[in-house]
């Protein structure tokens, strides 16, 4: 273990989010007066700067902290798009906080720290820091589920809280079964050890330890059956911290799932990608079945973001760099899309009551045509419907999926996928088809930063859409650099 | 000018922004200037590109311009890029030309509705959706203009969306086509990676070294699937006749003249590999004629104005997938063209017919309308002679062909059915003219004496739309009539390089193959080779659908009070068969009543017990399964954490299985 | 000496009575004592691990482990505190307030 100053730069970006965080908090103690709008601006600056120097190191690409993290491109491309997460997050939810009365500092200290977290996640080439940034990102959004301190909050808080415990027992009883196989936490490490120790690759503790690794990371990306958590935490948990989850923790996850199998777990990969295979199709046809069961918009997002896991697993079955590829593009579009129907869901809500219920969006389509469209277009977007975001994403995936001969994985993920349309078209249907109540309340929990998330969102998705070429060369780009 | 064919399909987008964005605050008449002026400047530019395509060497009438690179991956780019060859030129000369009287059409029959800018915002959309998919070179771009008249479609189904059952046949439509769609894609995977490249040109080049005839015959029965869906085929095609809830210009537009189509252009579009493919194609053909004598059946017991249509226009589509199915692409395409006119000019004039009858869709609730509507049924008439294929009105020259091209090409089984169906076709359209048109008032007594003529921005599109389907089928006369077929020779560039080959190993897959000269005909190669048999079987169906109207004439016309006036045109039939008591009695309860029975219970046993039962029967085992998974998630975080450890010890096992110790 | 193996099978024997108990217990402060005890079986596979090796590594592995155990503790409890506050119960199967 030896320490150089310039390894620091590899994580001045994780360095500045931390400070921020930190300054948020000093200022919600110091300062005066109940109402911190400035912690908002603050965070912002400091995810501004954070960007700045993600931009900075990304040419960096080496290892660093005797290997424990890498700054590379697909690293930078992981850390955008959580700064992005992040950033529509604070924005989305600068005027939902203040509305609930919850406008505290401490709210965007946490969302910067797990933050710091999945950007950890992302660069980890190493499992024990891998899984350190895990608990660091999960235990600031336990904190964040229970924010609202309602009763469905504190609910959603304790069952996210006491699953995600008990998944990440798992997968460091994982982590140790591997150190005890190959010696090494190191993923680079671990490659050499699967490449020169033979039988190795069959050994039940090596293969023992990865499985329990799927586990953790199957349970943080919401996969089949480790996705019980995920309807009942989203539904109870603030929606703005409920978008944040759903893109900021798969995006994270994800990053460092492909990174560690396709780095360290080449060896072993008919096994894995079969077990993955099965994980990937049960965990989208599972979250789509049980989407066209709901009635709660919220839970129906959860159970979408449950198929759209699933999708994204078929990348991770495919571990090529053609699915790196298609899986950092689809996440990046999942962000903008997800945050942006959450921000519509929190704009159609009312202080105490969320009114997520299909029926409370009767009529809203001409009531509120902007915000109908918009939402009309997430909806599209994730239903993959051209030419959206979410469409490419998809497009990316399968293409790579089918170029490694994994025919039945996209024929069943484009199946679903035809079939989750319905569910995502019942909220339009109510939005333009149905007659608004006459009860309905009036009015919209709108402001100048939702809306400027909302338009940020819907925008990309319709650009990512049309002119993805640029996007997808960074993508690609960014898997170049493994 | 041929560097600015983006200009067809953006032009209506441009129109559809404005009215969508800043319409609602427009009077009406800007309104319809920016709707219909968008679609007749494209059509201009469409006219303009056609006259600047005969210019240039058969062998080099294509032309592409790409807008900008839209998926660049490693090697391959895909570009959002439109083709202008003679196919696209007379698709596009179809969607505008009749897109632009069914838009004129619109003022007059949407004149009360509120939301009148929406309306237009939404067909501007559609044509810009059609356009795109008709110009573009490649696979992706023809799937989002197939996309987006999908989302077009159902967003003008649901357009009344105060009414429950409208928004659901727009669910209805949207979800059957996702099925298709979900074909189309697999399709288009499986040619990215044969191929590398979705561009239709490369495609078709590559196709005869690239794949393999097992793999092309998969391709094409996925993206036959895909056509099903959107062309409204069996078992597909029950969501057009719903999809009739929409306004009546849609159903014209949408429903009769353009989208419904679609599958037949991208069939057509991959003529190469439907000719390696002859499984795929005899699949084509087969469904094609069930289809077209199926949807014929049920049309007959029908009493809505617009269902009626609506079976005819799946129908009318089955006999376009047989002349695909049969290699026949660019008599596909000819039918294609002539259908657009008369059946376009059928649902205009039935919405004629139900504007001036305020509202009125059942034909039992008509008649004698020519009285007060002589527009309407003149045009409503000459539409219906020229469906029933009537010479020398449109249909005779496509139908007929597309019969021939059947029975020569070995697919006799296929041309029985569609024969068959020829004669139901005339039976139930004059069945319709009969009652509608015909016979006594039945109207009802809110509408009695305010029944009326429509205005004229309604009626002479009719007039247009009816000389076309006299008139549309002369540019297609085949050599065997002494006539030149211009029509075939200008598709002949895009759509003969692989036919004859391929069908005559689909005709003998399913059976005998036919005389080898027919082909000649079919490619163009001058009138040596037709046989006796053509003629014989033109006059065939030519009196077979004279069968057809003069027994629709019997059923329909002799128990009227006013027998002389009108039954005139078929007083012959109707006085011979009236003395023959005894005749009329078994007809009557044999074919009318039998016909009319075993429709019903077509109608009822299939659409109502299978299709329904099927569809609802789908969606109960949907509706269980997700709420028995939504029961599985009973709110314990002790049994979601038993899930987990259930799923580890699974994962485990899994993973030890492939462990050596 | 102990061998390597034995201390490998106390760990996994620990892990799964934390597992089991997590599964079956009904106060929610039991629940956090198993989760606890899972993490520690876990500490003994490390210190095993690293002894077999002959490396720190493992050793520093477990202080890692025990800071995270001890922020998931601190966070646990508070969740627990603000539990039974809202709903009067630290059973586990009575908070099933969201679900289908």
């Known amino acids: 273990m030896d320490f150089q100053l310039a390894d620091l730069k590899l994580i001045a970006p994780h360095i500045a989010l931390l400070g921020t965080a930190l300054l948020v908090l000093m200022v919600e103690v110091f300062g005066h007066g109940r109402r911190r709008p400035e912690a908002t601006w603050i965070s912002l600056l400091g995810i501004g700067i954070a960007a700045a120097a993600t931009g900075m190191s990304c040419h960096e690409n080496r290892l660093g902290f005797s290997g424990m993290l890498a700054a590379d491109g697909y690293s930078a491309f992981c850390n955008m798009i959580i700064l992005i997460v992040g950033a529509l997050t604070i924005l989305v939810s600068s005027n939902y906080l203040k509305d609930e009365r919850h406008e505290h500092g401490e709210y965007h200290a946490l969302i910067l720290l797990s933050m710091t977290g999945m950007m950890f996640m992302a660069s980890a080439t190493h499992l024990l820091l891998m899984f350190l940034a895990l608990e660091t990102m999960s235990i600031a959004i336990y904190a964040l589920a229970g924010f609202f301190r309602t009763k469905e909050g504190v609910e959603s808080c304790f069952k996210y809280f006491l699953l995600g415990a008990f998944s990440s027992a798992f997968m460091l009883y994982g982590i140790a079964l591997i150190y005890g196989a190959t010696g090494t936490t190191q993923i680079h490490g671990i490659m050499e050890q699967f490449t020169q120790i033979k039988g190795l690759a069959s050994s039940p503790m090596a293969l023992s330890g990865i499985a329990l690794l799927i586990v953790g990371f199957a349970f943080k990306v919401a996969a089949f059956p480790f996705h019980g958590w995920t309807p009942d935490v989203y539904q109870g948990a603030p929606t703005s911290v409920t978008a944040f989850m759903a893109t900021g923790v798969k995006a994270a996850a994800f990053a460092a799932f492909f990174r560690i199998f396709f780095v360290a777990f080449p060896a072993t990969s008919p096994v894995w990608s079969q077990a993955l295979w099965l994980l990937a199709v049960a965990t989208m046809t599972m979250g789509n079945f049980a989407a066209l069961a709901q009635r709660d918009v919220k839970r129906m997002l959860a159970y979408s973001s449950i198929a759209h896991a699933g999708y994204l697993l078929v990348g991770v079955v495919t571990a090529t760099a053609a699915a790196g590829t298609g899986m950092l593009f689809y996440l990046l579009s999942y962000a903008f899309m997800n945050i942006g129907a959450f921000a519509c869901v929190i704009m159609l809500g009312r202080r105490g009551a969320d009114s997520t219920n299909l029926d409370d969006y009767a009529g809203v389509g001409f009531k509120y045509p902007l915000l109908a469209a918009a939402l009309t277009l997430f909806m599209f977007s994730m239903a993959g419907i051209p030419p959206t975001a979410g469409f490419i994403g998809k497009f990316l995936i399968f293409k790579a999926a089918i170029g490694k001969e994994f025919y039945w994985l996209a024929v069943i993920g484009v199946l679903n996928s035809a079939a989750s349309v319905y569910f995502y078209l019942r909220v339009i249907v109510y939005m333009y088809f149905r007659e608004r109540p006459e009860a309905a309340p009036e009015g919209l929990r709108s402001g100048p930063a939702i809306t400027v998330a909302t338009v940020v969102a819907a925008a990309a998705v319709l650009i990512l859409g049309l002119a993805p070429g640029f996007v997808v060369r960074m993508a690609e780009a960014a898997m170049s650099t493994f | ?661 | 000496m102990i061998p390597f193996e034995y201390s490998l099978l106390l760990s996994a024997i620990l892990f799964a009575i934390g597992c089991v108990g997590v599964l079956v217990r009904r106060n929610v402060i039991v629940l956090l004592m198993c989760i606890e005890l899972m993490l520690n079986g876990v500490n003994l596979s490390f210190v095993a691990i690293a002894d077999k090796l002959d490396s720190a590594e493992g050793l520093i592995y477990v202080f890692f482990v025990m800071t995270v155990a001890a922020a998931e503790a601190a966070v646990g409890l508070a969740i627990v505190v603000n539990l039974f506050r809202h709903r009067d119960s630290v059973y586990a199967d009575e908070i099933n307030l969201l679900k289908g």
């Open chain 2, 1 to 661: 000018m041929l560097d600015w064919i983006w200009l067809i399909p953006f032009l209506p987008m441009v129109g559809a922004i404005i009215n969508g964005t800043v319409g609602r605050r427009f009077p009406k008449w800007a309104v319809n200037i920016i709707a219909c002026g968008s679609i007749f400047a494209a059509f201009v530019v469409s006219v303009a590109s056609f006259i600047a395509l005969t210019h240039l060497d058969p062998s080099q009438r294509f032309h592409e311009v790409t807008l900008f690179s839209w998926i660049a991956t490693g090697s391959t780019s895909i570009d959002l890029a439109y083709l202008m060859d003679p196919l696209s030129s007379v698709m596009t000369l179809i969607v505008t030309g009749v897109g632009f009287l069914i838009h004129v059409y619109s003022v007059g029959y949407m004149h009360h509705d509120s939301s009148y800018n929406r309306f237009f915002t939404y067909m501007n959309l559609f044509c810009f959706a059609m356009l795109t998919l008709v110009l573009g070179n490649n696979f992706l771009v023809l799937f989002v203009g197939w996309e987006g008249v999908g989302l077009c479609s159902y967003l003008l189904i649901g357009f009344w969306f105060e009414d429950q059952e409208k928004a659901k046949a727009g669910m209805k439509a949207f979800v059957v086509n996702r099925i298709g769609d979900f074909g189309f894609l697999l399709a288009m995977f499986f040619i990215f990676m044969h191929f590398g490249t979705l561009n239709f040109r490369e495609v078709m080049a590559a196709a005869p070294t690239a794949i393999t005839a097992a793999t092309a015959t998969l391709i094409c029965l996925l993206l036959f699937l895909g056509a099903c869906g959107k062309s409204a085929q069996l078992p597909l095609y029950v969501w057009l006749p719903d999809a009739m809830a929409g306004p009546t210009p849609v159903s014209a537009l949408i429903h009769a003249a353009t989208m419904v189509t679609a599958g037949v252009y991208m069939i057509a579009r991959c003529n190469i590999l439907y000719s390696m493919a002859p499984g795929a194609m005899a699949t084509v053909a087969t469904v094609g004629a069930i289809t077209a004598l199926f949807a014929g059946t049920i049309a007959i017991a029908q009493n809505d104005i617009k269902k009626v249509l609506a079976y005819s226009t799946v129908s009318q589509l089955g006999y376009m997938f047989i002349a695909m199915g049969v290699g026949a692409y660019a008599v596909g395409i000819f039918h294609l063209m002539t259908h657009a006119f008369f059946k376009a000019c059928l649902f205009l004039g039935s919405g004629s017919v139900i504007h001036g009858m305020h509202d009125e869709q059942d034909m039992r609730k008509m008649g004698n309308l020519r009285k007060y509507m002589p527009h309407t049924y003149r045009t409503f008439l000459i539409a219906t002679i020229a469906i029933a294929g009537i010479p020398p009105l449109a249909a005779f020259f496509s139908k007929d062909e597309i019969l021939w091209m059947a029975w020569s090409g070995g697919f006799k089984a296929q041309w029985a059915l569609g024969f068959l169906a020829a004669g139901i076709t005339a039976f139930y359209m004059f069945r319709l003219v009969f009652m509608t048109f015909f016979g006594e008032e039945r109207h009802d007594e809110h509408v009695k004496g305010k029944v009326h003529e429509s205005p004229w921005t309604m009626y002479v599109p009719l007039y247009v739309l009816m000389g076309l389907s006299i008139v549309g089928g002369w540019v297609g006369i085949p050599e065997a009539l002494g006539g030149a077929n211009h029509f075939h020779h200008w598709l002949a560039p895009v759509l003969d390089t692989g036919s004859m080959e391929g069908a005559r190993h689909a005709a003998a897959l399913v059976g005998d193959i036919g005389p080898s000269a027919a082909y000649a005909s079919g490619g163009g190669g001058g009138g040596e080779g037709h046989s006796i048999i053509e003629y014989i079987l033109m006059f065939a169906s030519v009196g077979w659908a004279l069968i057809g109207i003069a027994f629709a004439a019997f059923c329909y016309l002799k128990r009227t009070d006013i027998p002389a006036k009108a039954a005139a045109s078929a007083k012959g039939v109707y006085e011979l068969l009236y003395n023959k008591y005894y005749v009329d009695e078994i007809y009557d309860a044999v074919f009318v009543k039998g016909l009319v029975a075993l429709s019903n219970h077509f109608w009822k046993f299939w659409d109502v017990v299978v299709i329904d039962g099927a569809a609802n029967g789908l969606a109960k085992v949907v509706r269980a399964t997700g709420g028995g998974l939504a029961r599985l998630q009973t709110g314990q975080a002790q049994g979601y954490a038993l899930a987990v450890a259930i799923g580890t010890v699974a994962l485990l096992a899994f993973f030890a299985a492939h462990a050596t110790l």
